[in-house]
């Protein structure tokens, strides 16, 4: 399965983007799903997760409230709804996946599929 991440762009603070990540073959049934940012000089960051099976959502504790996960079943599509946006939330987003959920779904060393990353600039 390949991953292909798309949506991001440059806004202004307080705008929003919807980033889309869409897999190219069949989600397992408890697959995790999960998006990553990595800005300029810093480590690679958990935002937000996806767990296929039970449709539980998981967002790092600096997006809560502005972004939110979702998922088309019909299009193995899972999306990042991102509103509010700050210049902190300035960075490449990467989706990834792995075949079962694990607890340690915030971590990048957990997954081995990773799309090809989409760029989100937000300007002060």
């Known amino acids: 399965v390949q991953l292909q991440a798309s949506g991001g762009g440059l806004v202004q603070t307080g705008g929003s983007l919807r980033l889309s990540c869409a897999a190219s073959g069949r989600i397992s049934g408890n697959a995790a799903m999960v998006w990553f940012r990595q800005a300029p000089g810093k480590e690679r960051q958990f935002v937000s997760g996806?767990?296929?099976?039970?449709?539980?959502?998981y967002y790092a504790d600096s997006v809560k409230g502005r972004f939110t996960i979702s998922r088309d079943n019909a299009k193995n599509t899972v999306y990042l709804r991102m509103v509010s946006l700050k210049p902190e939330d300035t960075a490449v987003y990467f989706c990834?996946?792995?075949?079962?959920?694990?607890?340690?779904?915030?971590?990048?060393?957990?997954?081995?599929?990773w799309g090809q990353g989409t760029e989100v600039t937000v300007s002060s």
């Open positions: 996806f767990r296929w099976g039970n449709g539980g959502t």
């Open positions: 990834a996946m792995r075949p079962l959920w694990t607890t340690n779904y915030y971590r990048p060393y957990e997954y081995d599929t």
